[in-house]
């Protein structure tokens, strides 16, 4: 099963449009780390937030805000007022640790299309 | 500061041959982590090295492999190469083990198998 989902496979928006990017995640453990990543069409993965189980905080970061929900195991990801520059996929992840040590795993990642 | 650096950008190789891609991580990051992206399967975790230990290893064959320098640089190895292997490995470095940290990513290396 996966552990990480990202329903969303390719979204387009208008410029200026906000948009909502959904991750479901999946885990026994009490202790765990969520993360969102961005990759742009260079291909390098570019870190966006890491979020521990025990801070539901949301966090805004300029136009960027997320909103982490234990109740539904969501983490989502806002962008405000969409810029051509933010088109890229976007990966949520989750790590927890096994008795196998730490596990990292990723979503199938949301591509984002800003047209201008 | 520079960050993280994998050499080759892009390979090419031919099935049964074997590929050794480098990373040279960010000065100060001890740990380096392989990962391996295709179209099929996304991205998926291959394994974490620190203090030149492997300390987590995803669910590869044994024809993957690494190792980790004194200097934190790790190399990655796979041996007689598939068709199937053809994908965008990439890098990454954190201050420390465990995915707790932040990670940097690098650009990747583009192997292509024919």
């Known amino acids: 099963a996966q552990k990480v989902t990202q329903a969303q496979t390719e979204i387009s928006v208008v410029e200026k449009e906000d948009v909502t990017l959904d991750c479901v995640y999946e885990t026994r453990d009490t202790t765990y780390y969520l993360f969102w990543y961005k990759q742009p069409p260079s291909g390098e993965l570019v870190f966006l937030i890491r979020?521990?189980?025990?801070?539901?905080q949301n966090e805004i970061s300029g136009r960027y805000s997320w909103n982490f929900q234990k109740s539904t195991s969501s983490f989502n990801f806002t962008i405000t007022a969409s810029q051509v520059v933010d088109s890229a996929v976007y990966f949520c992840a989750l790590s927890e640790a096994s008795n196998t040590g730490n596990q990292f795993y990723f979503g199938t990642g949301t591509s984002l299309t800003v047209i201008p | 500061k520079a960050g993280v650096t994998q050499t080759p950008r892009y390979l090419i190789k031919t099935r049964g041959q074997q590929v050794t891609l480098s990373c040279s991580p960010i000065?100060?990051?001890?740990?380096v982590s392989w990962y391996q992206q295709t179209p099929g399967q996304g991205l998926q975790f291959l394994f974490e090295?620190?203090?030149?230990?492997?300390?987590n290893k995803g669910n590869f064959p044994g024809r993957f492999s690494g190792r980790q320098f004194s200097n934190s640089r790790s190399e990655m190895n796979v041996s007689t190469l598939e068709l199937g292997d053809s994908a965008l490995y990439l890098c990454a470095s954190s201050l420390s083990e465990g995915f707790n940290y932040g990670y940097t990513f690098g650009s990747g290396t583009r192997l292509t198998v024919v």
């Open positions: 090295y620190f203090s030149e230990t492997q300390r």
């Open positions: 000065s100060g990051h001890r740990s």
């Open positions: 979020r521990n189980s025990f801070d539901e």
